[in-house]
């Protein structure tokens, strides 16, 4: 025997173990080991040990006798545990901070809100902690186990760093060692990523479980606290070569229009965002900016109207150019233009179609988000799983 043999079994072991999760995570509902074996290729014997392996990992229960089409006796199905490892996941929106829990299944566990009115990151970050305590122990109650924490934050990330987010005024913030410090208790470790990157990955998600993967390519805009974009390119996200792509709240729509925090002129951000559209009105007490917009836009208030229809304007042109750029042809409107997207979709998609050479033989659609506002909390949850998915191998090796 070679000596470098032991090493190739263990890194095929990993990657059947790779091949078959990703299988039952795919699946829209339980398979039996043989169906398992044909959509893999892998032989009825190496199937029975890896699953076997998933089960004992609690990644993997057996549902019943199942019936796969094939003549003979109902074989066993197989899905995906829900009551084995979960993610948490931390937002920091416009309405207050989110914890959100989410298992194996994508299904989410548990999803908390609470108000801010200190943006000063220690005073966010030790309200995220608390949540993060409450939000572990009801997904161990049941039965869960929370493996890691990812936070969403409102600006570009490099590690832990959040490098700038102008709507908290935070700027080189390490987040991520900061939040680790106040949940140290509970043993997770804590990433932090942007995000619309993050709202992208759970739109994906949600769309692949009830499309079977048709949406691969789209853009999702977050409307939250500052303007940004998740961009999905064959079901992958694109992240730019530090992972800083998608501040479309920074795309010039007037190279001589108005000044942004960012030291620029003609933002994005100047136009569109929920500061622009309420235009320094106050709000009324208890109410939340996206909230008083739309209720502003039902009484038919001129100014928010007008306001809505500029920032409709200004964000379908920084779309066209990232559409006729990439070639995309679906725009999600995330975060609080979900929530206002009744006034904004028409605009944005009489712009699109206007500026977008491929909208005159290929349509392109503007719709609301299927996550709303919540997309970038379970998103953050979620990416935790993902990385279950892609390392099966490291989780089993960690419950011996």
Partial sequence: MRADDPARQERLRALNLELVLRRLLAAPGSMSRTELASATGLTRPTITRIVEELIAGRLVTETGATSDGRAGRPRMGLQLSRSGPAGLGLDIRTDGLAACVVDLT??????AFAPFTDPEAPAVLDRLGRMATEAVEAATREGLTVISATLAVPGPTDGGIVRTAPALGWRSVDAGALLEERI?????????????NL???GELRAARSHTDGVLDHFVYVSGSLDIGAGIILDGRPLRGSHGWGGELGHVTVDPEGKPCRCGARGCLQTYASLAAILGGETLPEGTTPDAAISAWADAGRPETLAALETAAHALGVALANVLNLLDIDTVLLGGSFALLSSWLISGVQAEVNQRVLSAAWAPITVRPATLGPDAAAIGAAAS???RIGADPAAWLAAQR
Avoid: M, W
Avoid at 106 to 111: A, D, F, I, P
Avoid at 184 to 196: Q, R, S, Y
């Fill in 199 to 201: 709202a992208a990955r």
């Fill in 106 to 111: 994508g299904s989410v566990r548990h999803l």
């Fill in 184 to 196: 140290g208790h509970l043993g997770l470790a804590c990433a932090v990523d942007n995000e619309a």
């Fill in 384 to 386: 935790v799983i993902d």
